[in-house]
């Protein structure tokens, strides 16, 4: 029996005739670049997120661009953010010329550690951008203090997190713009690459709306260099389709992540993911830490079993090549380093089966059983 780490085709097999019905009608109807669909899908995400506007782009990469840019974020400024993230939160930072600024996180979270923000703020310092990891929200509540108290905007990277909640308000519309991202294992993913900023600010969503398709207004008239981001006509129609599901996967999603916290509460050498206080996890991932240097060896074990896990992430981003020119050292952001050395993602999608599940969890646990055996004999 194999076990994916995510399962792609699920929801197409699910929704295939909606689908088809409106793939069709787009091939159909011609209108492949900024078709109808495009604004249709964008009021109707505003509306799920409860906010003024969203704007759609080709990519969660590109909404964190988009972002930076209608913020006049650029050469000389720095962002604070997360170095434990995927790529793309700085790879956005440093395309617009400004440089990230790590702060450790927080082990219990996962999450930038709000606590230590305040003492890596300079002169320099435009931003903060949150990364909401593996679904679960930042605290949001301190890092806004934190920004109003010294003026600087607020990213929120919710590529992992869309649905998830902090305090009653969903994620990505507590801060100044919110980015999105619908690659295929999001928990809203489309069939191919779409991202979408969201923002109750009408002049930044006036902005990321002209940026995303060459920096112009009106056709062939442009008035600063922008991008070609524009979410395809076919994805914002699949988005459509899609949508309306995100409650209930995420709540799935919800319902795995609990049976993992109470069939895996006992199992020695593990440390599970926590509940969030004030705020809901949409669970992108179920992420646990492996103790004593048996990450490793318990992936392999479950491999073994054809159970697949993945490790997000095996290198911070401040000890990545293309940040070395950042300086900072070995040992300089801890919680991080560990991280990377602990984490392992479970099985986690939305109809991953109760016996697929259990397979797991029996795994996990005679994995553990065995890694103690050989942790004592060593
Ligand atoms: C935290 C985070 N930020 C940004 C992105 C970029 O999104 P995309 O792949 O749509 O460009 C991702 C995607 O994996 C992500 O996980």
Same mark, same amino acid.
């Given at each position: 029996?194999?076990?994916?780490?995510?399962? *792609?085709?699920?929801?197409?097999?699910?929704?295939?005739?909606?689908?088809?019905?409106?793939?069709?009608?787009?091939?159909?109807?011609?209108?492949?670049?900024?078709?109808?669909?495009?604004?249709?899908?964008?009021?109707?995400?505003?509306? /799920?997120?409860?906010?003024?506007?969203?704007?759609?782009?080709?990519?969660?990469?590109?909404?964190?661009?988009?972002?930076?840019?209608?913020?006049?974020?650029?050469?000389?400024?720095?962002?604070?953010?997360?170095?434990?993230?995927?790529?793309?939160?700085?790879?956005?930072?440093?395309?617009?010329?400004?440089?990230?600024?790590?702060?450790?996180?927080?082990?219990?979270?996962?999450?930038?550690?709000?606590?230590?923000?305040?003492?890596?703020?300079?002169?320099?310092?435009?931003?903060?951008?949150?990364?909401?990891? /593996?679904?679960?929200?930042?605290?949001?509540?301190?890092?806004?203090?934190?920004?109003?108290? /010294?003026?600087?905007?607020?990213?929120?990277?919710?590529?992992?997190?869309?649905?998830?909640?902090?305090?009653?308000?969903?994620?990505?519309?507590?801060?100044?713009?919110?980015?999105?991202?619908?690659?295929?294992?999001?928990?809203?993913?489309?069939?191919?690459?779409?991202?979408?900023?969201?923002?109750?600010?009408?002049?930044? *969503?006036?902005?990321?709306?002209?940026?995303?398709?060459?920096?112009?207004?009106?056709?062939?008239?442009?008035?600063?260099?922008?991008?070609?981001?524009?979410?395809?006509?076919?994805?914002?129609?699949?988005?459509?389709?899609?949508?309306?599901?995100?409650?209930?996967?995420?709540?799935?999603?919800?319902?795995?992540?609990?049976?993992?916290?109470?069939?895996? *509460?006992?199992?020695?050498?593990?440390?599970?993911?926590?509940?969030?206080?004030?705020?809901?996890?949409?669970?992108?991932?179920?992420?646990?830490?492996?103790?004593?240097?048996?990450?490793?060896?318990?992936?392999?074990?479950?491999?073994?079993?054809?159970?697949?896990?993945?490790?997000?992430?095996?290198?911070?981003?401040?000890?990545?090549?293309?940040?070395?020119?950042?300086?900072?050292?070995?040992?300089?952001?801890?919680?991080?380093?560990?991280?990377?050395?602990?984490?392992?993602?479970?099985?986690?999608?939305?109809?991953?089966?109760?016996?697929?599940?259990?397979?797991?969890?029996?795994?996990?646990?005679?994995?553990?059983?065995?890694?103690?055996?050989?942790?004592?004999?060593?």
């Amino acid at each position: 029996m194999k076990i994916p780490s995510f399962d *792609a085709k699920s929801q197409y097999h699910l929704l295939a005739p909606e689908l088809i019905n409106v793939v069709s009608s787009v091939m159909a109807d011609g209108r492949y670049i900024m078709g109808p669909q495009v604004k249709c899908f964008e009021m109707q995400f505003a509306s /799920y997120l409860d906010c003024a506007s969203t704007i759609s782009c080709n990519s969660g990469t590109d909404a964190l661009h988009l972002a930076l840019r209608a913020l006049n974020i650029g050469v000389g400024d720095e962002v604070i953010t997360t170095p434990f993230t995927f790529i793309a939160t700085t790879e956005a930072i440093g395309i617009v010329g400004a440089t990230p600024v790590f702060v450790d996180v927080d082990l219990e979270t996962y999450n930038i550690d709000p606590q230590q923000i305040e003492s890596k703020i300079t002169e320099r310092t435009k931003a903060i951008l949150p990364v909401h990891l /593996y679904g679960r929200p930042c605290d949001m509540s301190t890092i806004m203090a934190i920004a109003r108290k /010294y003026n600087l905007k607020v990213i929120e990277d919710c590529a992992q997190a869309t649905g998830a909640v902090w305090q009653g308000q969903k994620v990505g519309t507590i801060g100044d713009v919110g980015c999105f991202s619908f690659f295929p294992t999001k928990n809203l993913g489309c069939f191919g690459d779409g991202g979408a900023i969201a923002t109750n600010d009408p002049e930044i *969503a006036d902005r990321v709306e002209y940026l995303r398709r060459h920096g112009g207004k009106i056709k062939y008239q442009h008035e600063e260099l922008g991008l070609n981001s524009r979410l395809d006509t076919l994805q914002a129609a699949i988005l459509s389709v899609k949508l309306p599901y995100l409650e209930q996967w995420n709540t799935a999603r919800k319902a795995i992540a609990y049976y993992y916290l109470e069939q895996l *509460a006992s199992v020695a050498g593990i440390v599970l993911p926590s509940v969030v206080a004030n705020g809901t996890s949409v669970w992108n991932q179920f992420t646990i830490r492996v103790l004593d240097g048996q990450r490793d060896r318990l992936q392999q074990q479950l491999n073994q079993k054809g159970i697949s896990t993945m490790v997000y992430y095996p290198i911070p981003l401040h000890l990545q090549k293309v940040h070395s020119h950042l300086n900072y050292p070995l040992g300089s952001l801890p919680n991080s380093e560990k991280l990377s050395t602990e984490v392992l993602s479970l099985p986690m999608f939305p109809e991953l089966s109760l016996f697929e599940q259990q397979i797991t969890v029996e795994a996990i646990s005679q994995a553990s059983a065995n890694l103690s055996c050989i942790h004592e004999y060593v």
